[in-house]
Each structure stands twice: as structure tokens, then as C-alpha cells.
């Protein structure tokens, strides 16, 4: 079982809709959570950032983290064509010895 | 602000010859570095990091090797390419206490 799963995809959605993008966890270890955007040949880009669990909003975006089910998400309000790319869920903990744990992304297509 | 470095964004190298890939970090001192490989369609695979100076972890063994000359650089390199090393090679870099990681603009390598 890998540590971090995560649907891959690919979504497609018309523009103006809610997305929500989820993934799955099985170490109880990790305490911080992130959202990560990447466009095509383009590095992650870091979205959104939680310690623990509760919701995060950032304009467009919130993140939610269920540490009790080992479940987080990200939902994308009034999507947008620019919100087309792979989202990488990634996590991390005091006791992962500095390394992070990544979902392999799911792809995400907005159509106008 | 921190800001991370890689070049050359893209390269071209016949199997059997050298490898070198540069990374370099701003606006931060003694931060934890990695080398990430991408390969198309898949996950990220976490291949060495560093939380120091001539410090060097590494995940997967295979002819790649690492290296930190100094706190904020971190070199990627190999003595002879394989085919199968071809892919997108991140770096990226994180507080000591990785609550979060931010990634460089990526190299694209392709094997020939």
C-alpha cells in the first residue's frame, strides 16, 4: 500500500464549476499538508499549506484535512481554464526524517 | 524572498556520456535539499537529499550521484547516462523542520 493515494484523474470540468480533488493517507504521522499546482513542463507550484487538521481558505481555494479518517481535500471554486494542471498532494511530519510523500496527481482540465 | 535556481532547463545527452545538474537556493541559509525525478505520467521519486554540507541521503540506488559543495547548492550528477535515465529532474528545498517544500523550474532530460 502506498503511503499517499490519490485518484489521477483526469477531471474535466466547464468553467464556473466546483472541483474537488481529494486524497488519502495511511501514516498517522504526518502532521503538515499541502496542495501543490504544476503546469505542463512547469516545477510544483505550492497552493496551500496546513498544520494538522480544520480548513484552509485562500481566495478560490480550500483545503480541508480529516486527520481522523486520514483524508484531506482541495476544492476549487468558480474554476477557471487557468486552473488546468496536475495537483500534487504532498505530506509531511515531525517523524518522516525531513522527507516529503506525494500523491502522484490528478489532472484537472477547465473548459470555457 | 527565497528563490531556487536549476539549469539547464533542457539537455540533450548521448547514453554513456556525463551528467551534471546545478541547483542553487536564495534568501535562505542552512536549508534541507532535494533531487526529485518525474517521469511522464507518474509520480515524483525522491532520489537524494541533504540536510547539510557534504551530507548526502540517498533513496534509490542507481548510477546518479549527488553532492553539496556548499549550504545553498546541490549538484546532480552521473558518471554515464542510461536511457532510463531520461525525465524531469526537480529540485527543491525546505525549512530544517519541513513543513513545507517549494520547488525549482525543473530540468528536462532526455537520453538519446
Known amino acids: 500500500q502506498k503511503e499517499v493515494e490519490q485518484d489521477p484523474g483526469p477531471l474535466s470540468v466547464p468553467e464556473g464549476a466546483i472541483v474537488s480533488l481529494n486524497c488519502t493517507y495511511s501514516?498517522?504521522?504526518?502532521?503538515?499538508f499541502m496542495w501543490y499546482r504544476q503546469y505542463s513542463r512547469k516545477g510544483p507550484e505550492l497552493l496551500m499549506y496546513?498544520?494538522?487538521?480544520g480548513n484552509k481558505e485562500d481566495g478560490r481555494f480550500t483545503a480541508q484535512v480529516d486527520k481522523s479518517s486520514k483524508y484531506i481535500s482541495l476544492f476549487i471554486r468558480d474554476s477557471q481554464p487557468s486552473d488546468s494542471a496536475t495537483y500534487l498532494c504532498?505530506?509531511?511530519?515531525?517523524?518522516?526524517?525531513?522527507?516529503?510523500?506525494f500523491g502522484t496527481g490528478t489532472s484537472l482540465t477547465v473548459i470555457p | 524572498s527565497q528563490t531556487i535556481h536549476q539549469w539547464p532547463a533542457t539537455l540533450v545527452q548521448p547514453v554513456g556520456s556525463p551528467l551534471s545538474l546545478e541547483c542553487t537556493v536564495e534568501?535562505?541559509?542552512?536549508?534541507?535539499l532535494y533531487w526529485y525525478r518525474q517521469a511522464a505520467g507518474r509520480g515524483l521519486q525522491l532520489l537524494f537529499y541533504?540536510?547539510?554540507?557534504?551530507?548526502i541521503s540517498s533513496e534509490v540506488p542507481q548510477n546518479l550521484s549527488a553532492s553539496r559543495p556548499q549550504d545553498r547548492q546541490f549538484i546532480l550528477s552521473s558518471k554515464k547516462l542510461l536511457l532510463s535515465d531520461s525525465g524531469f529532474y526537480l529540485c527543491?528545498?525546505?525549512?530544517?523542520?519541513?513543513?513545507?517544500?517549494?520547488f525549482g523550474p525543473g530540468t528536462r532530460l532526455l537520453v538519446l
Open positions: 527543491a528545498w525546505s525549512t530544517g523542520s519541513a513543513e513545507t517544500q517549494y
Open positions: 501514516n498517522s504521522a504526518f502532521q503538515y
Open positions: 496546513t498544520y494538522s487538521s
Open positions: 504532498a505530506m509531511s511530519g515531525y517523524d518522516t526524517g525531513n522527507q516529503f510523500y
Open positions: 534568501g535562505t541559509s542552512n536549508p534541507n
Open positions: 541533504s540536510v547539510g554540507i557534504g551530507q
